[in-house]
Antibody
Framework: EVQLVESGGDLVQPGGSLRLSCAAS????????MNWVRQAPGKGLDWLSY????????YYADSVKGRFTISRDNAKNSLYLQMNSLSAEDTAIYYC????????????????WGQGSLVTVSS | DIQMTQSPSSLSASVGDRVTITCRAS??????LNWYQQKPGKAPKLLIY???SLQSGVPSRFSGSGSGTDFTLTISSLQPEDLATYYC?????????FGLGTKLEIK
């Protein structure tokens, strides 16, 4: 059974840093690309970042570029999100999600999601 | 960035009704369109990928159609457990933007 379990969410002061982790099991983690998506309280889904299977390619939303860093450790079956210079606007539930592809065009979609980890930025 | 516009933002329907949610992309995205369901307090769940492919385990009352800029998610016969917010997402280009969601309520 595919499982993604986020951890590391906490209350942090504005300007602070936090690192989220996502532990993967039930599939060959090193074969899959991964993503982070967040959801502010009462709001919609907000795609944040992507990393390819060996970690050599990453992408970010403009809202977090330069502040957040996605990484992975395939030996530990783990995905990470290092978050710096946090502000109140970063308060959200953070989800990791597995990237799958379909068809000859390899159309991407997010087929498995973790349960989320809450980050609260407040003084 | 590609903008995804969903409509309606909310709707109320009765059990057994046919429900349609639409999603429009600000530019052509071919079939790079996915639909997710999020029940209250839960993580999102994939329903439809590549515009019209039903994810394994998802009931057949859910279907998706469209290509280019206009897409629809249809629930053929609404069930009580379909109470949720539904999101479309484009995966044509970075950033992989979501629509703002459609909150579905059961009358």
């Amino acid at each position: 059974e595919v499982q993604l379990v986020e951890s590391g969410g906490d209350l942090v002061q504005p300007g602070g840093s936090l690192r989220l982790s996502c532990a993967a099991s039930g599939f060959t983690f090193s074969n899959y690309e991964m993503n982070w998506v967040r959801q502010a309280p009462g709001k919609g889904l907000d795609w944040l970042s992507y990393i390819n299977s060996d970690g050599s390619t990453t992408y970010y939303a403009d809202s977090v570029k330069g502040r957040f860093t996605i990484s992975r450790d395939n030996a530990k079956n783990s995905l990470y999100l290092q978050m710096n210079s946090l502000s109140a606007e970063d308060t959200a539930i953070y989800y990791c999600a597995r990237d799958e592809r379909a068809g000859g065009q390899r159309l991407p979609f997010l087929d498995y999601w973790g349960q989320g980890s809450l980050v609260t930025v407040s003084s | 960035d590609i903008q995804m516009t969903q409509s309606p933002s909310s709707l109320s329907a009765s059990v057994g009704d046919r429900v349609t949610i639409t999603c429009r992309a600000s530019q052509s995205i071919s079939s790079y369109l996915n639909w997710y369901q999020q029940k209250p307090g839960k993580a999102p769940k994939l329903l439809i990928y590549a515009a019209s492919s039903l994810q394994s385990g998802v009931p057949s009352r859910f279907s998706g159609s469209g290509s280019g800029t206009d897409f629809t998610l249809t629930i053929s016969s609404l069930q009580p457990e379909d109470l949720a917010t539904y999101y479309c997402q484009q995966s044509h280009s970075i950033p992989r933007t979501f629509g703002l969601g459609t909150k579905l309520e059961i009358k």
